[in-house]
């Protein structure tokens, strides 16, 4: 009788899912992390009638938790990446609803402490075992890393990634455990500044609609 050893599966049969998943051995490795030293300024845009430090736990962004348990905050390094990733959602779209702009405004959010961020872009990818995907694909994975990350025996305050609108911009997903190390600043509205919101419509060339 001839054995055979059992054929192991290509990636192509493996659910995507699965292939991009965290390594078995995650919670051994060591996380790129990225001390962001205290000052450091982000931006994040919201809802005008909403405070602008948000921790969310609804699931429905990319790196929210999948159990619901801790809440996240979006951010962004720049008001230009937290304009593409709040307002240019609709890919595509070649118009902005002036009634959406309306309703949002844009705030400066300060580090008042060390904050500890895992790099999930650049070469912090292979170091993870993560790809692009992570922050470019299905929010379901994204939130199982997001989970992974969280309760990694390092306890980083979050993360950071490529917006997914403009890769040339950094976002950040900042766990709640953070959120005694931020304080927030003057909140302006985005039809407020005309001259910057401007040069937003004419950097992404899209108009007011």
């Not at 991009?20 to 919201?46: K, N, Y």
């Not at 990446?81 to 902005?96: M, P």
């Not at 990818?125 to 939130?143: D, K, N, P």
Request: glycine share 10%.
């Amino acid at each position: 009788m001839r054995w055979y050893a059992p054929q192991q599966p290509s990636a192509s049969t493996v659910p995507r899912r699965r292939r991009h998943s965290p390594p078995r051995d995650f919670a051994d490795r060591d996380l790129p992390l990225d001390t962001v030293p205290t000052g450091t300024s982000f931006v994040r845009i919201h809802r005008s009638d909403a405070g602008p430090l948000c921790f969310g736990t609804s699931g429905g962004n990319r790196f929210d938790d999948p159990k619901r348990i801790y809440g996240v905050c979006y951010l962004a390094l720049t008001l230009e990446g937290a304009f593409a990733e709040t307002c240019l959602r609709a890919v595509g779209a070649q118009f902005v609803a002036t009634s959406y702009l309306r309703a949002r405004a844009f705030t400066t959010i300060r580090a008042t402490g060390l904050l500890r961020l895992v790099a999930a872009h650049g070469s912090g990818l292979a170091r993870t075992g993560a790809t692009s995907i992570v922050s470019g694909g299905e929010h379901t994975l994204a939130q199982i890393w997001s989970r992974a990350i969280h309760d990694h025996p390092s306890s980083p305050d979050g993360l950071l990634y490529r917006a997914n609108h403009e890769h040339g911009e950094i976002c950040a997903a900042l766990f709640e455990r953070s959120a005694d190390r931020l304080n927030f600043g003057q909140t302006v509205g985005l039809l407020a500044d005309r001259a910057r919101l401007s040069a937003l419509l004419d950097r992404y060339k899209v108009g007011l609609g």
